[in-house]
């Protein structure tokens, strides 16, 4: 088999010599030389772009795709995953938190006739913070999505090329890819490993990413957040019918409504519905918004430049 090993970098001069070194060893022992390298190049702004282009010069088997800016993560894999020619990809972060040498097991799996194989961390070597984050997160989107999701694995995965047609001919954007590779079915394996501290530099995931991804990953495999609004509403009605039963009762029976002078709880009523319609709104509009960007049919990323493509 011919395998693609697909690479996402954002400003990752520091390790790309590195990982080069590293995939070439890999490589060798497994004496595989049925392969090739897609660096995908995500707008950086550092010395990437010329650290990926030497390589792919002296060496036949990378090739890269440019992107005209910064995508992000998720468009960067779909870019390099719109022009991998082997027969799976395999996708692999820049910062080599993910163990290359793993490559070998992976094929293993695939040869057993997994068409999806994706890691799953045993044990990460993240700040506390990041990873209780993480996990509540999995958690979360676990409970509320309408298909498995494996807790704990990220986008390190092994992909035939059948699942990735599949995913690619999706008109839908935003996509999470580590939801959509479950979504897709076929015969999947889940394989355990211990995930490393970033090789050099620091993460380039900004929480701004981090949410933008997170909330892909929620809106898109969950309809639970619209249902939560419909439900609070009948709930929320519910209650003030009761409230105005009793009220009407106290106001029969007691002088207690000559005694309260209702300001307090007019005020409380009105921003409590002011907060549950926003709240409702707002969950809405994470709907709409990805409408909006389905609809206006915009490419996921755009290509400047290619090296040993045609
Ligand atoms: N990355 C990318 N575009 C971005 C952010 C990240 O291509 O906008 C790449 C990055 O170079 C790395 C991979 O995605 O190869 C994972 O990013 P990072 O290691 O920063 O994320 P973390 O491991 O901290 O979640
Ligand atoms: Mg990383």
Redesign the pocket.
């Known amino acids: 088999m011919k395998l693609s090993v697909i690479?996402?970098?954002?400003n990752?001069e520091k390790v790309l010599h590195l990982l080069a070194e590293r995939l070439g060893a890999v490589f060798l022992e497994l004496k595989a030389d049925d392969y090739e390298i897609i660096l995908v190049n995500?707008g950086s702004t550092d010395r990437t772009e010329s650290i990926i282009k030497e390589l792919s010069k002296n060496n036949g088997k990378y090739k890269a795709v440019h992107l005209s800016r910064?995508f992000?993560?998720q468009a960067?894999l779909l870019a390099g995953l719109a022009h991998f020619t082997g027969d799976a990809a395999f996708l692999l972060?820049?910062?080599l938190?993910d163990p290359p040498e793993l490559i070998g097991r992976f094929i293993e799996k695939y040869n057993e006739g997994y068409e999806v194989v994706y890691g799953v961390k045993k044990a990460r070597k993240e700040n506390f913070f990041k990873k209780a984050t993480y996990r509540l997160y999995y958690k979360i989107l676990r409970m509320l999505a309408e298909i498995d999701i494996p807790l704990e694995s990220g986008d390190f995965c092994l992909l035939s090329r059948r699942v990735v047609s599949v995913i690619i001919s999706m008109p839908e954007r935003n996509k999470f890819l580590r939801g959509l590779r479950s979504w897709v079915g076929f015969k999947q394996y889940a394989l355990e490993y211990n995930r490393d501290k970033?090789r050099s530099g620091a993460?380039?995931?900004t929480i701004r990413?981090l949410l933008k991804l997170s909330n892909d990953g929620i809106f898109g495999f969950s309809k639970v957040p619209l249902k939560v609004s419909f439900w609070l509403g009948i709930f929320i009605c519910l209650g003030c019918f009761g409230a105005a039963i009793i009220f009407f009762i106290l106001y029969l029976i007691s002088d207690i409504h000559n005694k309260l002078p209702g300001y307090t709880s007019l005020i409380l009523s009105i921003l409590f519905f002011g907060g549950i319609q926003l709240f409702a709104l707002g969950l809405i509009g994470g709907y709409i918004g990805r409408i909006y960007d389905t609809v206006r049919n915009r490419p996921e990323y755009i290509i400047k430049g290619k090296d040993n493509i045609v």
């Open positions: 690479v996402p970098c954002y990752e995500d910064n992000g993560h960067a972060d820049a910062d938190q970033r993460s380039k995931y990413k």
